[in-house]
């Protein structure tokens, strides 16, 4: 068993479970333990199994309730020396939980190896990831300004792909943000936007990748169905039989196969 949820995603905060039959563990925790708990709950998934906690950058959305978590669980918390440096003070007293992993230096939790690898973002030591367990392999890819060569070769063997579509790039330009935060969303440090999100797709695809998640959606700035139909125009383009869904600020993914 390999599985993933999306317990919640999008720019107010991200929150991903991913767990093997022996060791759970929980991708960012940037919303609330309640509504953690509560999603988790829904899931059936007891608490107790989660073994680490993992923060991939600083932002808020990501780091919400994570000291909280390691602290309330009695868990190791895994973030770089960088970030945890940065964002110190959000995290509270965690100094007995803190594991410090280096972009690009595997480590293992349990059963799954985990694979940091620098994310083009407008953070101090941005982290994207692949998960793997008994040669499956989930990557993760959000708050992204642009694809490099490192994700497109760290993605490239994915079975089931969690992926940033942030934005449309109209709505971004024509919407209420100011100016310099438009530029800083579309640059190459800030997120991918819906029509990016098909490039990096088109990029990774093979033939052994079954499920695509949509995540981070912007709700200012972008629509679920406007989303899922960009990439899904693109899927049916290909012929690629894919399975594909947007996960949400507001309510978790069912439990996805990895
Ligand atoms: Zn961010
Ligand atoms: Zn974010």
Redesign the pocket.
């Known amino acids: 068993m390999f599985q993933t949820s999306v317990l919640a995603s999008g720019?107010k905060g991200?929150c991903i479970l991913i767990r093997s039959r022996n060791t759970a563990l929980i991708l960012d925790a940037g919303i609330s333990l309640k509504r953690t708990w509560a999603a988790l709950d829904a899931l059936a998934v007891p608490r107790h199994t989660i073994k680490a906690v993992i923060v991939s950058h600083e932002?808020t959305?990501?780091t919400r309730s994570a000291g909280a978590m390691a602290r309330s669980l009695k868990i190791p918390l895994y973030i770089s020396a960088d970030t945890y440096a940065y964002c110190s003070h959000r995290l509270g007293k965690v100094e007995q939980w803190l594991r410090y992993f280096e972009s690009g230096v595997d480590f293992i939790v349990g059963d799954i190896l985990v694979r940091p690898f620098r994310s083009s973002h407008d953070a101090v030591d941005p982290n994207n990831f692949c998960f793997e367990h008994n040669d499956r392999r989930l990557g993760v890819a959000?708050?992204l300004g642009q694809c490099t060569r490192l994700t497109s070769l760290r993605l490239s063997q994915a079975h089931t792909l969690i992926l940033e579509s942030n934005h449309d790039h109209n709505m971004l330009m024509e919407g209420p943000y100011d100016w310099n935060l438009k530029m800083r969303v579309k640059s190459e440090h800030g997120h991918l936007s819906n029509d990016e999100a098909v490039g990096v797709l088109s990029q990774v695809l093979h033939p052994g990748m079954q499920n695509i998640v949509l995540a981070?959606l912007s709700e200012t700035n972008n629509l679920p169905d406007l989303a899922f139909k960009v990439m899904y125009e693109y899927l049916q383009s290909i012929r690629s039989e894919i399975k594909l869904q947007v996960a949400s600020q507001h309510i978790h993914t069912a439990l996805i196969d990895i």
């Open positions: 720019s991200n932002h959305d990501h959000l708050d981070h």
